[in-house]
């Protein structure tokens, strides 16, 4: 948005285009050469300008909008911009989840979701680190513009001595830099932090990445967008990324929230004359044999349509070269483009219908190939609008606008866009930059049964909807010259947790029964990321970026498609893909990857460093095999049981995976698997003891985990509800069998097939006792129930055992309460039997399996999708 026209319509504009703080606009204005530009600094002075960086030729500032009048009409001036922001914190679904609730040791009175779900927890305590000795640089509005720092501080949120490079100014910012500092010094709580205001323009944004790098932060990250940052070639703010890279730092960036919301594609002539008529014609949208000059979009009553409009021709503000910086800024202005594009929304698919909004700048003169557009459906009806592109003059050019703000939908729906078509752009998109896309907490397989059960189809969490999709290709150097074929840049390059708690920032979800706020969007998730990356840096020592990027993304778990719900990671593939990067980071596998680590996987060789000295006499013996022990059912494996694996070679040079392994709990009578879930890593969490659960403090659903009798095992590679013991011999690595919360009998297996053999035969042995004694003790258990797969789109099992004959009736029950179906009536046998539904049949919805014999009743709901 050039400002020749700003003043005109700042009421119309200004207020959601540009940011306005105090009847002020920040603005980057050019002059047409460095002499000129000393006047410019000093007659922009003489007019208000506040808070000035500048390079040789642009200048960048708060300017009150009073004097747009007066700037316009300054000789000095070739042109100037509206710098248009967008803060990529807001975005968020409405998901609502029961999380588990996690005791991971963190810091301050409120604790961030991302440390289990990143399993940044695990590597904090496998390797010693909390990110001492590293600097986090922050980029984000504003640091302490509300006055909460201290508070934070006190609190214990927030380390001392952060230092404070430039801020706005008292009520100009949201403070969310605090609030990601808050995030990431959760997951890295030994970090230092440093912060600079990327709300100084094109010019100030880019210094500041170079003076945080200059005050010792290895590490930077920022969550701001500027709209005329150049999509299709390196700008000032990208170049600084990658100088900063180059020298060292690794550098984080927000991939945005507007999912696919763009529209792509090269100029097409239609033939239909422009609005200009002595101009160029319009673009054709469509891109079969037929001719459509008007691109339909639908606004709902309240709804803004508001995008940035780019051509792959050069910026003035793609110039500086940092190489050069005598004080820190210097270089020369880029080329101009010289070609002239202008765009227009229509109340009906047709020049002669009214202009209900227009962006055309006269590019060449202004030195941007850029146009913004902003309407606001103000009526309280429906309406269509109708977009259409004119070349005024010049080339055909590859052209492409994103929308911005909350209303992704209207364009993602609007017709002739393609499903899929990239949003992260300009230093985002930097050949330096580390972008983050997002996924929340609670729909990661740490925090929910429904991931984790589905794991082997999605990955180890969902991304949101929102979260950028990557693609974008550069078409031109930082000169301005076009290169020889597009280079299209890898992005995200992964994904991070978002969605945490904080002390201030966003509103309550209602997601995690708090009332606490929780922080959405990539603007989350990339300082997470950036925390990992501290940890890393700390547990290796030294790194270049290029060297954590790729363990980063070398390490993260493949977030791939196919999932039975298909709304879980819709358009992710396998490998890499623009959806989804390299998949959701995982702290510790990353640092693994770092230290030249293989991890110890589900094994032989993991069930030879096992051991069950219950007793602590330092030896495995027959007194281990019946001692006292506390059974807690709310643990996941409490006190005794959680000296389940004593591993001896699970130190930091050794690391511990146990994804492939099942964590099994069994019924002993029926000798069924009643839950499954995998243990998710390096579980190593205190002292020489491995803990195996999800992470180690993690509790199991109600009743998972019965009083006694009971079992649970540690299983090599996948098992499923409803397996039976004998489904598994042969890959139990550890297993445990009790009686009661005073009677515990432990079997092991050892590290060759003998051995293994031996220690399966000590599993059934153990389980055969617990049935004597207990049937002895308190007579026969009469049901297990097991149905699965739960989720289902076509037959359920349902098995179920008995410990002695008996009449036996399993039904299904819907939501009603109405019986739709039975599965048996009649005699049974005692032992497992196993019946089948075709759920296919069944509207989607939330069932009730019901299996009785005798007077003992069991039930298990069941949820059926399509």
């Known amino acids: 948005m050039t400002l020749t026209n700003l003043a005109a319509d700042y009421e119309a504009r200004a207020q959601s285009g540009a940011r306005v703080t105090n009847d002020r606009v920040r603005i980057s204005a050019l002059a047409p050469d460095p002499s000129a530009a000393r ?36 000789p000095s001036l070739r042109s100037a911009f509206a710098d248009l922001y967008v803060l990529r914190g807001r975005g968020g679904e409405d998901t609502f989840v029961s999380p588990v609730v996690s005791e991971a040791a963190r810091v301050g009175a409120v604790d961030g979701e991302a440390s289990l779900a990143l399993r940044a927890d695990i590597a904090r305590d496998r390797f010693d680190v909390t990110g001492q000795g590293v600097c986090i640089g922050m980029l984000s509005d504003s640091y302490n513009s509300l006055g909460g720092a201290a508070g934070g501080v006190a609190s214990g949120d927030l380390p001392d001595g952060i230092d404070v490079l430039e801020d706005l100014g008292e009520g100009e910012g949201s403070d969310e830099g605090r609030a990601m500092m808050e995030l990431a010094y959760d997951v890295a709580p030994g970090v230092d932090f440093a912060f600079h205001t990327a709300f100084e323009g094109f010019v100030g944004f880019s210094g500041g990445i170079v003076q945080l790098f200059q005050n010792g932060c290895n590490v930077i990250v920022d969550d701001i967008g500027y709209a005329g940052d150049p ?73 803004t349509l508001r995008f940035a409009f780019q051509y792959d021709e050069p910026s003035v503000l793609a110039g500086v070269e940092f190489s050069e910086f005598p004080d ?41 190939p850029f146009e913004f557009i902003e309407y606001t459906n103000t009526t309280t009806s429906i309406q269509f609008v109708y977009v259409a592109i004119q070349k005024f003059e010049g080339e055909d050019r590859r052209m492409k606008y994103v929308n911005f703000g909350g209303d992704r939908i209207l364009i993602e729906t609007a017709e002739y866009v393609e499903p899929g078509t990239s949003t992260v752009y300009g230093h985002s998109n930097a050949a330096g930059a580390f972008a983050t896309g997002a996924a929340a907490w609670f729909n990661t397989a740490s925090y929910s049964d429904f991931l984790d059960a589905i794991e082997s189809f999605t990955g180890s969490a969902s991304v949101n ?37 904080n002390t201030f920032f966003g509103g309550d979800s209602g997601v995690d029964d708090d009332d606490l706020p929780n922080f959405f969007g990539t603007s989350a998730s990339a300082p997470n990321a950036s925390a990992v990356a501290a940890l890393a840096i700390e547990a290796a020592g030294s790194v270049s970026p290029a060297e954590l990027f ?47 680590v293989e991890p110890v996987a589900c094994s032989a060789e993991l069930a030879l460093a096992l051991s069950f000295d219950f007793d602590g006499d330092g030896d495995v013996d027959g007194d281990d095999f019946e001692t006292d022990g506390a059974n807690d059912p709310d643990q996941f494996l409490g006190d005794v049981f959680g000296e389940l694996a004593a591993v001896t070679n699970a130190t930091a040079t050794e690391f511990v995976d146990l994804s492939t392994c099942t964590f099994a709990v069994f019924n002993p009578f029926t000798e069924m698997v009643t839950y499954a879930a995998t243990p998710g890593g390096v579980i190593g969490a205190r002292e020489e003891f491995v803990f195996a659960g999800q992470r180690g403090t993690a509790d199991l659903p109600s009743g998972t985990l019965p009083d006694g009798p009971g079992a649970f095992a540690l299983i ?69 129930l097991v149905a699965s797969p739960n989720p289902v789109r076509g037959r359920l099992s349902v098995g179920f055992g008995a410990a002695e004959a008996g009449p036996v009736r399993a039904s299904v029950y819907d939501a009603l309460g109405r019986e739709v179906a039975v599965l048996a009536d009649g005699a049974f046998e005692a032992g497992r039997h196993e019946v089948t539904l075709e759920a296919g049949s069944f509207p989607s919805g939330v069932y009730i399996v019901r299996v009785s014999v005798g007077g003992d009743v069991q039930t298990q709901q069941v949820t059926v999708v399509r």
């Open 39 to 74: 006047q410019l600094k000093a007659s922009l002075n003489q007019l208000g300008l506040e808070k000035t960086a500048e390079t040789d030729y642009v200048v960048s500032g708060l300017l009150p909008v009073s004097a747009l009048d007066e700037l316009a009409a300054l």
């Open 231 to 303: 999509y299709f070639q390196d700008g000032v703010i990208a170049q600084a990324v990658d100088y900063v890279a180059e020298e060292g730092a690794s550098y984080f960036s927000s991939a945005g929230n507007s999912a696919d919301a763009s529209y792509e594609a090269d100029f097409e002539d239609s033939g239909v004359p422009g609005f200009f008529t002595f101009g160029g014609n319009l673009h054709d949208f469509d891109p079969g044999p037929d001719v459509d000059a008007f691109q339909d979009v639908l606004i709902f009553p309240g709804e």
């Open 328 to 368: 820190l800024y210097g270089g020369e202005a880029g080329q101009a483009p010289t070609s002239d594009y202008d765009v227009f929304v229509f109340d009906e698919p047709s020049t002669d219908g009214t202009i209900l909004a227009i962006s055309a700048d006269a590019n060449s003169t202004a030195g941007a």
């Open 465 to 501: 909807g929102f979260s950028s999709y990557g693609g974008l290709a550069i078409r031109l150097d930082e000169d301005g010259n076009r290169l020889a074929s597009p280079e299209e840049r890898m992005k995200p390059d992964a994904v991070a947790s978002d969605g945490d708690n």
């Open 550 to 596: 790729a363990a980063l993304e070398g390490t993260a778990d493949d977030m791939i498609s196919g999932a039975p719900v298909t709304t879980v990671n819709e358009n992710a593939t396998p490998g890499f893909d623009d959806r989804t990067g390299n998949g959701f980071v995982r702290a510790d596998f990353a640092i693994a990857s770092l230290l030249g």
């Open 716 to 784: 090599e590679g996948d098992v499923a509800v409803g397996a039976s013991v004998q489904d598994v011999l042969g890959s139990v690595v550890a297993s445990v069998v009790y009686l009661n919360d005073e009677t515990v009998f432990g079997s092991k297996s050892g590290g060759n097939g003998a051995a293994r053999t031996s220690g399966d035969q000590a599993f059934l042995d153990a389980l055969a006792r617990v049935r004597g004694e207990a049937q002895v003790a308190s007579g026969p258990v009469d049901v297990t």
